[in-house]
């Protein structure tokens, strides 16, 4: 069974700081691994998807990477502004996402 | 090209009443899913449709709940003799294939 693990659960960081999410899976079997985004309240916002043939992928100010091998996703944000306050939820498979349980991130003006 | 959309956003029920919640994929789009994010949890997969077809159901409770995506129309889930522990985010998602998907803004469901 398929399980997501996102540590911490919550990171305050100031603004303009590069800083890295983590996220790691136990079936290193996994055919694709998106990214998202979720603002209070809000639906989720797709922000990149690896798929199993893929080491990264890069969309503005964000990086994700992924290493199958380990188990292990990390998604970059560089430069990082309040406007990036949100949940960050990593998710694996294919048909069927399995989601971690997010890491919620506080950007301080 | 509009995103996924749901309704309604917000819906309310007593207990014992019926909840059906719609979802219109993206443009395109033949792959419907639909997710649960219960209050303090994570979001969990509940099924996976294709036009006509119920492809996995596994996450499925397999009493009340059902779900359906008729050659016409919106998906429907359909959750029959609310209880109050069925308050949740609903969220569906569609994809052209098994690709990346792409949520709606959810249904927040309250049970009275």
């Known amino acids: 069974k398929q399980e997501v693990t996102q540590i911490p659960a919550a990171l305050s960081v100031p603004e303009g700081e590069n800083l890295v999410l983590n996220c790691s899976f136990t079936?290193?079997?996994?055919?694709?691994l998106q990214w998202f985004r979720q603002d209070p309240g809000k639906g989720l916002t797709s922000l990149l998807l690896?798929?199993?043939?893929?080491r990264e992928q890069t969309s503005g100010r964000l990086n994700a990477s992924l290493d199958k091998s380990s188990g292990r996703s990390t998604l970059y944000i560089a430069a990082s502004q309040p406007g990036d306050s949100a949940t960050y939820l990593c998710?694996?498979?294919?048909?069927?996402?399995?989601f971690g349980k997010g890491i919620t991130l506080s950007v301080r003006p | 090209n509009a995103g996924v959309m749901q309704n309604p956003r917000h819906l309310v029920r007593r207990r014992g009443q019926e909840a059906r919640l719609r979802c219109s994929p993206m443009?395109?789009?033949?792959?419907v899913y639909w997710y649960r994010q219960l209050p303090e949890e994570g979001l969990k997969f509940m099924v996976y449709?294709?036009?006509?077809?119920?492809?996995?159901e596994s996450g499925m409770p397999k009493e009340r709940f059902s779900a359906e995506f008729p050659k016409e129309g919106p998906s429907i889930l359909r959750i029959q003799q609310v209880v109050r522990g069925d308050s949740a985010a609903y969220f569906c998602?569609?994809?052209?294939?098994?690709?990346?998907?792409?949520f709606g803004p959810g249904t927040r469901l309250l049970v009275l």
């Open positions: 690896i798929q199993s043939s893929q």
């Open positions: 998710a694996v498979g294919n048909s069927k996402l399995t």
């Open positions: 998602a569609s994809s052209p294939f098994e690709q990346a998907q792409y």
């Open positions: 449709l294709q036009k006509e077809n119920i492809i996995d």
């Open positions: 443009k395109g789009h033949s792959h």
């Open positions: 079936d290193s079997a996994i055919y694709n």
